[in-house]
């Protein structure tokens, strides 16, 4: 099993910057794709980013292009989000995940982190 724990969600100014990190643990983690989806108070969960897991492919939602960076780090069973030019339509709990498959849909991710609040004031 996978477990992934989100950590550097906090309370920022529109027009700032904010980088998350997931950490995982166990042994299949870095042969899953990883990514974070988000999810703001009365809205579905969404996809923010997803990456494969040599880190060769990504998908951004169109919302965040352009202003998010996912990115891995196998060796240290990590993976990160840069968040540039956040706006208040940001305000979400991020929560990172992993699976076998490179979607972009919540099913298909097996393991979910216990979520991080961002929110971005006005």
């Known amino acids: 099993q996978v477990q992934l724990v989100e950590s550097g969600g906090g309370l920022v100014e529109a027009g700032d910057s904010l980088s998350l990190s997931c950490a995982a643990s166990?042994?299949?983690?870095?042969?899953?794709?990883a990514g974070w989806f988000r999810q703001a108070p009365g809205r579905e969960r969404e996809l923010v980013a997803v990456?494969?897991?040599?880190?060769?492919?990504?998908n951004y939602a169109d919302s965040v292009k352009g202003r998010f960076t996912i990115a891995r780090d196998n060796a240290k069973n990590t993976v990160y989000l840069r968040m540039n030019s956040l706006n208040p339509e940001d305000t979400a709990v991020y929560y990172c995940?992993?699976?076998?498959?490179?979607?972009?849909?919540?099913?298909?991710?097996?393991?979910w982190g216990q979520g991080t609040q961002v929110t971005v004031s006005s």
């Open positions: 995940v992993a699976g076998y498959s490179f979607r972009s849909d919540p099913i298909s991710y097996d393991y």
């Open positions: 990456i494969t897991w040599s880190g060769s492919r990504t």
């Open positions: 166990g042994r299949t983690f870095s042969r899953c794709a």
